[in-house]
T-cell receptor
Framework: NAGVTQTPKFQVLKTGQSMTLQCAQDMNHEYMSWYRQDPGMGLRLIHY???????DQGEVPNGYNVSRSTTEDFPLRLLSAAPSQTSVYFC????????????FGPGTRLTVT | KQEVTQIPAALSVPEGENLVLNCSFTDSAIYNLQWFRQDPGKGLTSLLLIQSSQREQTSGRLNASLDKSSGRSTLYIAASQPGDSATYLCAVVSNDYKLSFGAGTTVTVRA
């Protein structure tokens, strides 16, 4: 059981470039989400999905797109990178409903220059 | 909108002292509360999950309490060790199923 995996671990982009952060889980979890973590601000929800084919916006969705074509995968796309998107990105998953433990991936550290 | 606050932001204690970390949240309509540990440059490790119907949860030297009506949770770490040095994050799942995080308490245990 690999749990939640994320690739890449580190990435440097130039302003205006686009890229996709990959996230996969092998626990058959319905709920998946993306967070960004910035110093002193805790983790903030970017986008989430309650199941394949269903996505919704979180607290800070601007500049990011997501899709959920399978239960296992939930990629996060940066459309046109900006320095304000320099952050650490975490993907998480859990079973459906609100009562279950959330599992996190190891994170992707992104720098936009 | 759920707001989660953790006080203090940082804490330094000598080895062997008990740690008390506080978490408060504004909306008491929650499903559960989860405590995480994060080491520098690493991901989040789940420590304890307390369901909204529970008052406390224990794992080894860790004990977490939940007072949903007052919007508070406390994480106790007994007999602290240098290996307990990390940032501890509190997060709540609200009725909209979203997880809201506090900014964390950074703990340093001095040998």
């Amino acid at each position: 059981n690999a749990g939640v995996t994320q690739t890449p671990k580190f990435q440097v982009l130039k302003t205006g470039q686009s890229m996709t952060l990959q996230c996969a889980q092998d626990m058959n979890h319905e709920y998946m989400s993306w967070y960004r973590q910035d110093p002193g601000m805790g983790l903030r929800l970017i986008h989430y999905s309650v199941g394949a084919g269903i996505t919704d916006q979180g607290e800070v969705p601007n500049g990011y797109n997501v899709s959920r074509s399978t239960t296992e995968d939930f990629p996060l796309r940066l459309l046109s990178a900006a320095p304000s998107q320099t952050s650490v990105y975490f993907c998480a998953s859990r079973r459906g409903g609100g009562s279950y433990e959330q599992y996190f991936g190891p994170g992707t550290r992104l720098t936009v220059t | 909108k759920q707001e989660v606050t953790q006080i203090p932001a940082a804490l330094s204690v000598p080895e062997g002292e008990n740690l008390v970390l506080n978490c408060s949240f504004t909306d008491s309509a929650i499903y559960n509360l989860q405590w995480f540990r994060q080491d520098p440059g690493k991901g989040l490790t789940s420590l304890l999950l307390i369901q909204s119907s529970q008052r406390e949860q224990t794992s080894g030297r860790l004990n977490a309490s939940l007072d949903k009506s007052s919007g508070r949770s406390t994480l106790y770490i007994a007999a602290s060790q240098p290996g307990d040095s990390a940032t501890y994050l509190c997060a709540v799942v609200s009725n909209d199923y979203k997880l809201s995080f506090g900014a964390g308490t950074t703990v340093t245990v001095r040998a």
